[in-house]
């Protein structure tokens, strides 16, 4: 599935965030009438729901499968002046899946949106079922170098649309294991204007380690699953093992010969693991 149609298949709601009406663009397909909790996907920095295009349909048999694309990224809203980090966007989750009106969902998220998962997790024990993290933000693990100075008003104030695109995808192109130019055009695209250019800054200045180091993980209950890229320079698979220690009911760690881009680097892979845990 190209990017484009990605996009066509998304649907749009609004959810307030903190003081805000925002519109919220998010890919739901699949049986809506399984008995099972649907399963929810969530994207990381600089991504958008589309990282999951491997690994997310493959479930559409038998599960209700929702991809959200945060504030500030995707096909969501992209203004300024409006809060992006990961409590806010804990927000975007909460809102949506009230919206849908779920009761439980069994959760998938990838870096920055394993943030927001481990919050969502803590804070509402009892609607998550089953939680799966790969190359996931925790504890006091991020920033990144590369986010810190992307979230610099100067920096981002010297770039034009351009140097921004340039950057994104030499960046994309570097660390994943065999670029794929669709993928790459579909990661780069979403930030290709002026107000994406400072969307992506305001995106990466919110990026606030106060807000993993602050979750009570010991009030996270739903089992735990880890799918982690083993060779990630970004989010160390020692953070998966160090949750895995600390978490209440986990079941281990899938470890897979990628670095951080897990779900599009080793799709098949991910998928053979993800469906293992759910059965």
């Known amino acids: 599935m190209t990017h484009q149609e990605w996009t066509e298949a998304q649907e749009e709601t609004t959810i307030m965030v903190d003081t805000h009406d925002l519109t919220v663009s998010y890919y739901d397909e699949g049986d809506t009438e399984a008995s099972e909790n649907p399963l929810v996907f969530l994207h990381g920095i600089p991504t958008w729901s589309y990282l999951w295009r491997g690994v ?20 969501s809203a992209m203004h300024d002046g409006f809060d992006r980090s990961i409590r806010a966007q804990e927000q975007v989750l909460d809102g949506l899946v009230a919206q849908l009106e779920v009761d439980q969902i069994d959760l998938v ?52 649309v351009d140097d921004v695109d340039e950057q994104l995808t030499q960046m994309f192109q570097s660390t994943l294991i065999e670029p794929d130019d669709e993928f790459v055009e579909a990661m780069a695209s979403r930030f290709r204007s002026d107000e994406g250019r400072i969307s992506l800054s305001r995106n990466a200045i919110a990026t606030n380690t106060s807000h993993t180091t602050e979750i009570d993980y010991n009030a996270i209950t739903a089992e735990t699953s880890f799918i982690w890229g083993e060779n990630d320079g970004f989010q160390p698979i020692e953070f998966a093992e160090q949750l895995n220690d ?33 059965e």
Not at 56 to 63: L, S, T
Not at 132 to 156: C, E, H, R
């Open 109 to 160: 998220a990838h870096d920055i949106g394993g943030g927001v998962a481990l919050r969502y997790a803590a804070h509402n024990p009892d609607a998550v079922g089953k939680l799966v993290l790969s190359n996931s933000i925790a504890y006091d693990s991020w920033p990144i170098q590369f986010i810190v100075d992307l979230g610099l008003p100067g920096t981002i104030n010297d770039m034009s």
């Open 56 to 75: 997310a349909p493959a479930f559409e048999d038998d599960r209700r499968v929702i991809a959200p694309d945060f504030v500030g990224y995707g096909n």
């Open 246 to 278: 600390d978490l209440e009911d986990t079941a281990g760690i899938a470890r897979l010969d990628a670095n951080h881009w897990v779900p599009e680097d080793r799709s098949t892979a991910f998928v053979d693991a993800l469906s293992s845990f759910l």
